[in-house]
C-alpha cells in the first residue's frame, strides 16, 4: 500500500494542551501509532504513512481537540480512553455537557449554580436581549461572560465585546496615573477575571490581540454595529440616557446582548438618571428582551455577603419608611 502524507492542522485549541508538558501526550500518541512518522511543529502535525493508518489517525485527533475545545483540559488517561474507545456512544459524550456552560481553566466545570442564573442561561438562548439586574456577588457577570465564551466555542458568534461605563465612584479618569489604557483597566478587571477563569493565558492573549475578544469602555462602542458578536455591558446602572440609547442601538444581525447592572449602586453625579432604570421601564413590553432578577439568594461569594446584602436592604427600607 503506498504511503502519503498528510498535515493536520490544530484549529482553534492551544498546541500546548494537546501535546501535553514536554511533548508527554505527543509521545503517548506516537506510541500507539509505531508505523507512521509524527512530526508537530506549532498547531501542525506532519504525518507519514500508509492512507488507514493516517486516517484513523486523523479521527483520534479530531476527537481530541473536540474534548479540549469543550473542556480546556485532558488528562494522559483521558487521551489514552480517545485512542482505545472506538464506540459511537463514547464519541458522542465528548461533547455531552449537560448542565455545564464551559469548561473552564485546568478541567474546572462553570455552571449556572443558582436558579436566577439559569434562568439567565435559558433566558438568553430564547431571546436575544437580557438585562440581569441584581447586588454584587449574585454572578450576574460572570455567568453572563461564560454565555458568551459558550456562544464563541460552538461558533455562534465570530467575537465576544465587553463593555463597561468607566464612571464608578465618583472618580475622575483624569487624575488616574498612567496612558489610557492604565487608566480604564481598573474599570475592566473584573471582566478580565472571569475571561481568565474561561480561557488558558495564551488563547486569552490571541483571542485580545486578533480582535476576538474586545474588552473596551462604553464610549468606544458609539457609531458602530455589533453583529455577529455576543456583547455584555456590565455595572449597566451607572450608564447615562443617552450612553443606553447608544448601546442598545449597537445590535447588529446574529447578535445577543447582556446587560447587567445594580441598581441600588449607581454611581453617577446626583439627580442625573440612571440609562438601566430608564430602560427597564421604556423596554418592558417589548418582546424579544428578557429581564431576569437577582437577589441574595444567587449571592455565592462568602456567606457573609448575603447577609451584608439584606441588611442594608432593610437599612434603606427602614430610612424611606422614616422619611415618608
Known amino acids: 500500500m503506498s504511503e502519503i502524507e498528510k498535515t493536520i492542522e490544530l484549529v482553534d485549541a492551544d498546541p500546548q494542551l494537546v501535546y501535553g508538558t514536554n511533548n508527554t501526550y505527543l509521545k503517548t500518541l506516537k ?94 438562548d430564547k431571546n436575544d436581549m437580557l438585562f440581569a439586574i441584581g447586588p454584587a456577588g449574585t454572578g450576574k457577570t460572570y455567568t453572563g461572560v461564560a454565555l458568551a465564551v459558550r456562544a464563541l466555542k460552538n461558533k455562534e458568534v465570530k467575537r465576544i465585546i465587553l463593555t463597561r461605563p468607566a464612571v464608578e465612584a465618583g ?31 495564551d488563547k486569552l492573549n490571541y483571542f485580545i490581540e486578533t480582535g476576538v475578544i474586545e474588552i473596551a469602555p462604553l464610549a468606544f462602542m458609539r457609531g458602530r454595529t455589533l453583529d455577529k458578536s455576543f456583547v455584555i455591558l456590565d455595572e449597566a446602572q451607572n450608564t447615562t440616557h443617552s450612553q443606553m440609547k447608544m448601546f442598545l442601538t449597537r445590535m447588529g444581525r446574529s447578535a445577543k446582548f447582556i446587560i447587567t447592572g445594580d441598581i441600588t449602586q449607581i454611581d ?18 417589548v418582546k424579544g428582551i428578557s429581564r431576569v432578577n437577582l437577589d441574595e439568594k444567587d449571592i455565592i461569594r462568602h456567606k457573609l455577603v448575603g447577609k451584608i446584602v439584606e441588611a442594608y436592604d432593610k437599612n434603606k427600607n427602614t430610612d424611606e419608611q422614616g422619611a415618608s
Open 31 to 124: 506510541s500507539y501509532y509505531p508505523k507512521l512518522k509524527i512530526t508537530a511543529r506549532g498547531n501542525k502535525i506532519k504525518v507519514n504513512g500508509n492512507t488507514d493508518q493516517i486516517r484513523d489517525f486523523e479521527e483520534k485527533i479530531n476527537l481530541i481537540l473536540r474534548f479540549v475545545m469543550n473542556h480546556n483540559h485532558i488528562t494522559e488517561n483521558q487521551l489514552e480512553r480517545i485512542i482505545l474507545d472506538n464506540s459511537e456512544e463514547f464519541s458522542k459524550s465528548i461533547d455531552q455537557n449537560n448542565d455545564t456552560l464551559v469548561h473552564g481553566v485546568n478541567g474546572g466545570l462553570i455552571k449556572a449554580r443558582t436558579f436566577n442564573q439559569k434562568r439567565m442561561v435559558e433566558a438568553i
Open 171 to 201: 472618580e475622575n479618569l483624569g487624575f488616574l496615573p498612567g496612558d489610557l489604557k492604565d487608566k480604564l483597566d481598573p474599570y475592566l478587571r473584573p471582566l478580565y477575571d472571569a475571561l481568565r477563569d474561561m480561557i488558558t493565558h
Open 268 to 285: 453617577l453625579p446626583h439627580k442625573q438618571q440612571s440609562g438601566l432604570k430608564e430602560s427597564l421601564r421604556i423596554l418592558k413590553n
